[in-house]
């Protein structure tokens, strides 16, 4: 199947799972149980969005696999995957803040951001009523309107956003990278959800993020939306993204930025 047609399963199916997400939260919203941690939430519009999500694709697309935050893996017999997390900034998304969004991509090979080839994907954030839209090779887009990273600026005058894990020794050590990194950049933003604020550097909105910590859903359309809108996402030390950190801007503003993190323990 071609780029373009993937893209639009994507697409559509990002729409119609934030809108539900929304119509849910409208609601009222309950937590369904913890994960890693006590802050670490799950809510039944997790659960119920992530279900339309598997669906949908099940029906268009019943040969590929699947890679869902709440409901596990499933593999396929097409070599592509699908890798959703149905509400990504889920502690956002029950208190009412509007940085929270549905993120869909499919990736080609294992659903490991080391080893994969990201073909297409959505971020659809319905309380800010944006689409973030990618393909490979095809560009990234927001709203139809086309997306390029910053340019470089020296790490002091770069604009930085972050998040944080929810298990308590990975906070800690992060919280401590944190409190010196402050000091080298423009400053810190910490919004609360992977996917927009990777979102957010291939628009142009931030001139670099990292986090350690990250599952490939969290970063799976995401890291598509920024390499397509011209700019790098890698590792501490890897070239490719991993668990331990994603580090994500333009080249120069991310070489420098890793070359920080690396002095400073992270």
Not at 133 to 139: D, E, N, P, Q
Not at 160 to 187: C, E, K, M, W
Not at 206 to 228: I, K, M, R
């Amino acid at each position: 199947m071609a780029h373009e047609e993937l893209l639009e399963i994507a697409r559509s199916v990002a729409e119609e799972a934030g809108t539900l997400a929304a119509r849910l939260r409208r609601a009222g919203v309950e937590v369904a149980a913890t994960k890693s941690s006590p802050i670490d939430i799950v809510t039944e519009a997790d659960r119920a969005t992530e279900d339309l999500i598997r669906g949908r694709i099940a029906t268009l697309r019943p040969d590929d696999g699947f890679l869902g935050e709440e409901s596990g893996g499933g593999a396929g017999t097409s070599g592509l995957t699908w890798v959703v997390d149905p509400i990504d900034g889920t502690v956002n998304y029950l208190y009412g803040l509007p940085n929270w969004s549905v993120s869909i991509a499919v990736v080609e090979g294992d659903p490991d951001p080391a080893s994969w080839t990201a073909i297409a994907g959505a971020v659809h954030a319905p309380i800010l009523r944006e689409l973030f839209t990618a393909s490979a090779g095809g560009g990234a887009y927001l709203d139809g309107r086309r997306l390029q990273v910053r340019e470089p600026v020296p790490l002091d005058r770069a604009l930085v956003a972050t998040g944080f894990h929810y298990t308590q020794d990975i906070r800690t050590n992060q919280a401590r990278v944190a409190q010196p990194l402050l000091s080298r950049v423009r400053d810190l933003r910490r919004a609360g959800g992977a996917a927009i604020d990777l979102a957010s550097v291939a628009a142009g909105r931030l001139d670099a993020y990292f986090e350690q910590g990250l599952n490939p859903w969290d970063q799976a359309a995401g890291a598509l939306l920024v390499q397509e809108a011209g700019g790098s996402v890698r590792g501490l030390e890897e070239d490719a993204p991993t668990h331990r950190m994603t580090i994500a801007g333009h080249a120069d503003v991310v070489a420098e930025l890793r070359t920080t993190l690396l002095q400073l323990g992270a």
